[in-house]
């Protein structure tokens, strides 16, 4: 028999008094956080199993991490402290912005921080009801492409907790994003995309020497990380990986994850390796 599949891990990460304890409150439920509570891996923090359409899901909670007598302290260093907690044990992150304020720093940190760990990233606006323009999401979701230019591949959803809007399609794509980021490439294919890719566009040469792809596979999920074998231990120019990367989202839909590469000098003992994270 097939081993069930392992249960999504969702964290819900923002700034203070943007919606995250609203989103949490739609996507749960009361009755839900009653009878589904779960000890955490902290003493503070509960984590809350929920089922959606046949998916079981975790709802990684941070609340517990603010603990009252440490607000005073700094608010905003607390709330990065909590979303550093849960974006280490999450699958897929909501970082949830406020419609009103979306091009705060402390949300591209957060972002980057999510990046760099390798999770699935939804970029998630909420309070959308209280637009001003509220037919203007077109509009809205290019200011974010500007802002959040270094995870172009995180998708947006519009939400309004409060009222209920969008929580299904976030969920949805919360499915989605997951299921992306455990997807495997056959090699077969992955190296066929790579020289169609590399015989259009190659790459420049390194100390006059052409530089090669011998062979490409795919070391891991979780996030889809690939390993190139090259002829020169060297590595990619970062606007020629961004290029790589770009073709392998486009052939394999890697939408919401962040896609790792490591090049390597094939048939070295101790090849030098070095990873490019967009």
């Given at each position: 028999e097939e081993a069930p599949a392992p249960a999504i891990r969702v964290a819900i990460v923002g700034r203070p008094n943007v919606g995250k304890s609203s989103l949490t409150n739609a996507i749960l439920g009361e009755d839900r956080v009653v009878v589904s509570d779960v000890p955490g891996t902290t003493r503070d923090a509960i984590d809350t199993p929920f089922d959606f359409e046949g998916h079981a899901m975790v709802l990684v909670d941070t609340a517990g991490i603010r603990r009252r007598g440490k607000i005073e302290r700094g608010v905003e260093r607390h709330s990065v402290q909590a979303a550093e907690h849960a974006v280490t044990r999450a699958d897929v992150v909501f970082l949830v912005i406020d419609q009103g304020e979306a091009t705060v720093a402390q949300d591209t940190h957060i972002a980057g921080m999510v990046s760099e760990a390798g999770k699935g990233l939804i970029i998630v606006v909420n309070k959308w009801d209280l637009a001003e323009y509220p037919d203007e999401r077109h509009t809205f979701a290019r200011r974010l492409d500007v802002r959040y230019k270094f995870v172009p591949w995180a998708p947006v959803q519009f939400t309004s907790?409060?009222?209920?809007?969008?929580v299904q399609d976030l969920l949805e794509l919360a499915v989605h994003v997951d299921q992306v980021r455990r997807r495997?490439?056959?090699t077969s294919e992955l190296n066929l995309t790579i020289q169609?890719?590399?015989?259009?566009?190659?790459?420049?040469?390194?100390?006059?020497?052409?530089?090669k792809v011998m062979y490409v596979t795919q070391a891991e999920t979780e996030p889809p990380t690939f390993v190139f074998f090259t002829n020169v231990a060297t590595v990619f120019h970062f606007s020629y990986q961004r290029f790589l990367v770009n073709k392998l989202r486009e052939k394999f839909g890697f939408e919401g994850t962040p896609i790792r590469l490591h090049i390597r000098k094939r048939g070295a003992e101790?090849?030098?390796?070095?990873?490019?994270?967009?």
């Amino acid at each position: 028999e097939e081993a069930p599949a392992p249960a999504i891990r969702v964290a819900i990460v923002g700034r203070p008094n943007v919606g995250k304890s609203s989103l949490t409150n739609a996507i749960l439920g009361e009755d839900r956080v009653v009878v589904s509570d779960v000890p955490g891996t902290t003493r503070d923090a509960i984590d809350t199993p929920f089922d959606f359409e046949g998916h079981a899901m975790v709802l990684v909670d941070t609340a517990g991490i603010r603990r009252r007598g440490k607000i005073e302290r700094g608010v905003e260093r607390h709330s990065v402290q909590a979303a550093e907690h849960a974006v280490t044990r999450a699958d897929v992150v909501f970082l949830v912005i406020d419609q009103g304020e979306a091009t705060v720093a402390q949300d591209t940190h957060i972002a980057g921080m999510v990046s760099e760990a390798g999770k699935g990233l939804i970029i998630v606006v909420n309070k959308w009801d209280l637009a001003e323009y509220p037919d203007e999401r077109h509009t809205f979701a290019r200011r974010l492409d500007v802002r959040y230019k270094f995870v172009p591949w995180a998708p947006v959803q519009f939400t309004s907790a409060l009222r209920g809007d969008g929580v299904q399609d976030l969920l949805e794509l919360a499915v989605h994003v997951d299921q992306v980021r455990r997807r495997r490439v056959q090699t077969s294919e992955l190296n066929l995309t790579i020289q169609r890719a590399m015989s259009d566009h190659g790459p420049s040469a390194v100390h006059g020497r052409r530089l090669k792809v011998m062979y490409v596979t795919q070391a891991e999920t979780e996030p889809p990380t690939f390993v190139f074998f090259t002829n020169v231990a060297t590595v990619f120019h970062f606007s020629y990986q961004r290029f790589l990367v770009n073709k392998l989202r486009e052939k394999f839909g890697f939408e919401g994850t962040p896609i790792r590469l490591h090049i390597r000098k094939r048939g070295a003992e101790r090849p030098s390796e070095r990873g490019a994270k967009r």
